[in-house]
């Protein structure tokens, strides 16, 4: 080791993004409906999120319902939709007393009155809050966003507020759903799918990426400790060569 080189502690990700996989297999495993593993997965989500604070995590993003799970069955998608009123309904207090803010990302205009109505109220009862931050992605593309920030950055310059030889590579994060946030630092899929699935592909240039076997209703505090762990032990250099 070179003189005067000193050794860092490992440092945990600050921002955690989820692809919660698996919730189907589970259930069948079972021989349950797809539906009780949705429910169960949703249950974990709670753990994770408790987990954030000592873990060192401040954002945590998870991926509720993406663009393309409109495809599957009427009845799953009408279940999915009303799990989360129930979900946003039972924890928002939960949420707020334990100092969590609530964003969410993804297109509201598909989704029904009702639900946006319950997620601008938990936006907005949490708004304050200093804690871990939570981002749930509903009805979220990765490319539906970049296509959605590209119309208003268009319209900008089409009514003059942006000149086009100013548009570099900050601009675009500055109209993307996930604006105020940083970049994930790890992304971890559940269920042994090594996909990314259309999941923040802008904001994840440089993130690490953990794809692991368990079914996301299986999916404990513990072992995002683990997969912490292993981050901190990473040697992440952003495309630069170690000085
Ligand atoms: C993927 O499993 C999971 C989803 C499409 C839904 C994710 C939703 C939850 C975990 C519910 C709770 C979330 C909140 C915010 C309350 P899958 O159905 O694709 O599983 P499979 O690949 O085994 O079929």
């Known amino acids: 080791?070179?003189?005067?080189?000193?050794?860092?502690?490992?440092?945990?990700?600050?921002?955690?993004?989820?692809i919660m996989d698996g919730?189907?297999?589970?259930?069948?495993?079972?021989g349950r409906p797809r539906l009780f593993g949705?429910?169960?997965?949703?249950?974990?989500v709670r753990e994770v999120v408790e987990a954030c604070p000592d873990l060192g995590i401040k954002y945590l993003t998870i991926f509720a319902f993406s663009t393309e799970n409109w495809k599957r069955t009427q009845?799953?998608?009408?279940?999915?939709?009303?799990?989360?009123?129930?979900?946003i309904t039972r924890e928002t207090r939960a949420l707020a007393e334990r100092g969590v803010r609530v964003r969410f990302i993804g297109d509201r205009v598909r989704l029904d009155a009702k639900l946006v109505a319950l997620m601008d109220q938990l936006e907005r009862?949490?708004?304050e809050n200093e804690g871990v931050q939570l981002t749930i992605a509903l009805n979220y593309g990765s490319r539906d966003e970049v296509a959605r920030a590209t119309k208003r950055l268009a319209q900008d310059v089409a009514e003059g507020r942006l000149r086009p030889e100013d548009v570099d590579?900050?601009?675009?994060?500055?109209?993307?759903?996930?604006?105020?946030?940083?970049?994930?630092?790890?992304?971890?899929?559940?269920?042994?799918?090594?996909?990314?699935?259309?999941?923040?592909?802008?904001?994840?240039?440089?993130?690490?990426?953990?794809?692991?076997?368990?079914l996301w209703p299986d999916f404990t505090a513990a072992e995002?400790?683990?997969?912490?762990?292993?981050?901190?032990?990473r040697d992440r250099r952003f495309g630069a060569v170690p000085a």
């Open 38 to 44: 949705h429910h169960a997965g949703a249950r974990r």
């Open 75 to 87: 009845a799953e998608v009408a279940g999915l939709m009303s799990l989360f009123r129930r979900y």
């Open 125 to 127: 009862a949490t708004a």
């Open 23 to 30: 919730n189907g297999r589970w259930a069948q495993a079972r």
């Open 169 to 214: 590579e900050e601009t675009l994060p500055r109209y993307l759903d996930t604006r105020v946030l940083p970049d994930p630092d790890l992304v971890i899929r559940t269920s042994g799918e090594a996909r990314i699935s259309n999941f923040l592909l802008w904001q994840s240039a440089y993130a690490e990426y953990e794809f692991i076997d368990t």
């Open 224 to 233: 995002l400790t683990r997969l912490c762990k292993s981050f901190g032990a």
């Open 1 to 18: 080791m070179p003189a005067g080189h000193v050794v860092q502690p490992p440092v945990g990700p600050r921002h955690v993004a989820i």
